[in-house]
T-cell receptor, first 116, second 113 residues
Framework: QQQVKQSPQSLIVQKGGISIINCAYENTAFDYFPWYQQFPGKGPALLIAIRPDVSEKKEGRFTISFNKSAKQFSLHIMDSQPGDSATYFCAASRAESNFGNEKLTFGTGTRLTIIP | DTEVTQTPKHLVMGMTNKKSLKCEQHMGHRAMYWYKQKAKKPPELMFVYSYEKLSINESVPSRFSPECPNSSLLNLHLHALQPEDSALYLC????????????FGPGTRLTVL
């Protein structure tokens, strides 16, 4: 029940196209859904995050769509650029009443390649 | 400043060695984390410190020993590691909880011979 399933495992998109990565979760107690971007040899960096009180959040070319009833959320990258080529991880967490017991559960990752 | 620093960047050690990984943040964050990441896999949580106290230990073998000397520093002491422990070790911090943004360091690439 703590799993977050992510697809696809890898994705190739033409420059200027839309990249879409999907995640699904089972634990309805999750209330925080971030997306992390990781370049080779670097640590993950927060890209964008959403909480379940909204269905969509947009920051520049990056949009999270959230479907609470389906327990799914997705990342859309508009006008994809070669510099977006990286591994993307979705994640989920929940605030625990017992402070310190909450933790971030990561999806399996998507390797995105943007081709010219 | 949203930087988490980790030293060393690379570490090669034998199975009988003792070494330590270091992590530092000056963002005033009160939660700090150690993760292990294998190639092409997501980070796996190892330990969480909240207000300098160990709050989560994800059943990590005792050859890994965390330490939080103060609110800015986090160490991971390594002893008698196995080759399968070779991985990227990531440190992260967040303001208070895992539902706050976690800032990751660049990691230490560990190779155990």
């Amino acid at each position: 029940q703590q799993q977050v399933k992510q697809s696809p495992q890898s994705l190739i998109v033409q420059k200027g196209g839309i990249s879409i990565i999907n995640c699904a979760y089972e634990n309805t107690a999750f209330d925080y859904f971030p997306w992390y971007q990781q370049f080779p040899g670097k640590g993950p960096a927060l890209l964008i995050a959403i909480r379940p009180d909204v269905s969509e959040k947009k920051e520049g070319r990056f949009t999270i769509s959230f479907n609470k009833s389906a327990k799914q959320f997705s990342l859309h990258i508009m006008d994809s650029q070669p510099g977006d080529s990286a591994t993307y991880f979705c994640a989920a967490s929940r605030a625990e009443s017992n402070f310190g017991n909450e933790k971030l559960t990561f999806g399996t990752g998507t390797r995105l390649t943007i081709i010219p | 400043d949203t930087e988490v620093t980790q030293t060393p960047k690379h570490l090669v050690m034998g199975m009988t060695n003792k070494k330590s990984l270091k992590c530092e943040q000056h963002m005033g964050h009160r939660a700090m984390y150690w993760y292990k990441q294998k190639a092409k896999k997501p980070p796996e949580l190892m330990f969480v410190y909240s207000y300098e106290k160990l709050s989560i230990n994800e059943s990590v073998p005792s050859r890994f020993s965390p330490e939080c000397p103060n609110s800015s520093l986090l160490n991971l002491h390594l002893h008698a590691l196995q080759p399968e422990d070779s991985a990227l070790y990531l440190c992260a911090s967040s303001q208070r909880t895992s539902t706050d943004t976690q800032y990751f360091g660049p990691g230490t690439r560990l190779t155990v011979l």
